[in-house]
């Protein structure tokens, strides 16, 4: 329960200008599925340690898990 509520605060922190119910559902489907969301991260950071920028390495690592996304949106 403290760990859902440190989580939804420090996105809600992270995703400062997104609309209202925007950012509700980003953190609606971060909590249905963190794992995922874990996974992506890591896959960024793989990503971008190899020498991709930052905004490269995610739109590849997004389309990877494309499915999954629509799946929880």
């Known amino acids: 329960m ?4 440190l989580m939804k605060k420090m996105l809600d922190k992270q995703l400062k200008g997104v609309p209202e119910d925007q950012k509700e559902k980003i953190i609606t489907a971060i909590s249905k ?3 995922l969301f874990q ?3 890591k896959e960024v950071q793989e990503e971008m340690k190899a020498g991709k920028d930052q905004m490269q390495s995610t739109m590849s690592v997004m389309h990877k898990y494309q499915s999954e996304l629509k799946d929880l949106l």
């Not at 403290?2 to 509520?5: E, H, L, P, S, V």
């Open 2 to 5: 403290i760990k859902d509520f």
């Open 33 to 35: 599925n963190p794992q």
């Open 39 to 41: 996974k992506i991260g």
